[in-house]
């Protein structure tokens, strides 16, 4: 057995480095750490990157995903596709426009949903679906548009932005996949609209915040819609602090009830100082999820989770093995077993009709077989770009010994 690393392995520590903590510094230094300059920077920064004309930072993820909902007028009686598979955030933000997230259950395959779900579940009462890219590999794009766009024959609109689309929204919960790839361009635009979370354990990160891409088809105004967001995503107040401060002019309007959802230049500055790194970043998690593969790819009854094919490209968000015959238990086990070694995991995720708030509107976790073979084998490995490899090698080592035990 190898000796165990000397410094402790982390799971998903925030790739912070001395420009990220001077960029910081000099906000603060600034007099101006609220919304500001740093913000439309990063804005301006993410539409370079991502290939994307009408980008929009806010507080989270969940955030933006709401105001894009909101945007499009979902209400009572309106249903949203959302996979059995994911965090609460997807269903909550649907849930909390009063309609219905309807689950359905995921592709043993990939563990993503599938095309083909997603049309079995449509009613005339779909508004919209909204995949997953989870750990950070794409869904099926391509199969998915040609789902929502035959869906317009039964698409019953409720408001003028509803009539001009004729169809559902094709809203991609890409939380897990910035930077991925799809038929060789970004992941950003292959969908009307896209959500990435910047959460403190995501790849890139602004400690808190999110960015959604509006890719609407040409008819729609996308910079209005973008800027109907900020408005709405400040309390509805048509100017903001720094328009106020530069123009010398107090006055505002509040056009309606709206909500907090802004990004700070705080936030931003740690988006900004990490973007011209994020390239490399993603190369070296992809040679970590390799090195993973390469041990692990003999273990009996394991699956590996995808990492590239002739469409796709992860983001390498996780690494998540799954242990297809295994009972929660087992899996358990495993994960005490390996904290006791030093190394922390996690498992992605939950599966919504295990969830309180699920099972109290009647979901049932047996009427979703897959993503309950998936919980109960599923664990997600330390990958990030401070893993070192005598670190990953422990880590795989351990993994090894402890799941052919166990599995034994």
Known sequence: ??????????FAPPPIDEDTVAAVAAVLRSGWITTGPEVAGLEADLRMYLGADSVGCFGSWTE???????????GPGDEVIVPAVTFAATANVVLHCGAVPVVVDVDPSDWNVSAAAIAAAMTPRTKGVMPVDLGGWPVDYAAIRAVVEAAGADFHPSNPVQEQLGRPLFFADAAHSFGAVYAGRPVAEQADFTAFSFHAVKNFTTAEGGAVVCALPDGFDRAEILRWMKVWGLHGATRDALAKARGGQWEYDVVGAGYKCNMTDLQAAIGRAQLPKYAAQLEERAELARRYDQAFQGLEGVQLPPREDATRRSAFHLYALHFLDWREDQRNALIERLK???IPTNVHFIPLARLTVHRDRGLRPEDFPVAERHFRGALSLPLHTSLKRDQQDWIIERVVHHATSLGG
């Open 1 to 10: 057995m190898s000796p165990r690393p000397a410094d402790p392995i982390g």
């Open 64 to 74: 933006a995903a709401e105001l894009v909902w909101r945007w499009w007028g979902l």
């Open 340 to 342: 006791a070694d030093g």
